[in-house]
């Protein structure tokens, strides 16, 4: 009789459409999929923030699967409906194919809570602003990046 370890981690496919390559990658059912997937593609940048499930830094598409957001602190039903996920406090459920681009997800799931009237946060509102600020005539990094 082969007995199983049951110590042993579950895992899950996830195929990740990015706007220039779609990559294949194996990943705990027990993690947030912002870390281990970020974990697996050290090169890509992922937008972060508050990493509790609120300000729609990570935000990514999901075309196919399920994932328990459980433990996001804003996270609504019209979201899943609209196919939104926040990577930080994701958890696979099943195989998953997401779709993710740094700049455009975030700004989309951010229309879609304006469009049903949810709670939005555009977070953090200076840290990517480059160029000069309203009313100000020089032309200055806000960052430093
Ligand atoms: S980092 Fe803020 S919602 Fe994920």
């Not at 593609?41 to 459980?70: F, N, T």
């Not at 989309?108 to 977070?123: E, G, K």
Request: net charge positive; hydrophobic share 35%; glycine share 4%.
């Amino acid at each position: 009789m082969q007995r199983h370890n049951t110590t042993e981690r579950r895992t899950v496919t996830v195929e990740l459409r990015l706007p220039e390559r779609t990559v294949r990658l194996e990943v705990p059912t027990d993690e947030y999929l912002l870390y281990s997937v970020s974990e697996q593609l050290p090169g890509y940048h992922w937008p972060k923030a508050c990493e509790q499930g609120w300000c729609l830094a990570c935000a990514a598409r999901l075309i196919e699967g399920m994932v328990d957001h459980s433990d996001a602190v804003m996270y609504f039903p019209e979201d899943a409906a609209a196919g939104f996920v926040l990577l930080c406090t994701a958890r696979p459920l099943t195989n998953l194919i997401l779709e993710h681009h740094p700049r455009q997800t975030r700004r989309q799931m951010f229309q879609h809570r304006l469009d049903h009237r949810l709670p939005a946060r555009r977070y953090p509102a200076l840290l990517h602003r480059r160029g000069p600020r309203r009313g100000s005539s020089s032309h200055s990094v806000v960052n430093g990046c």
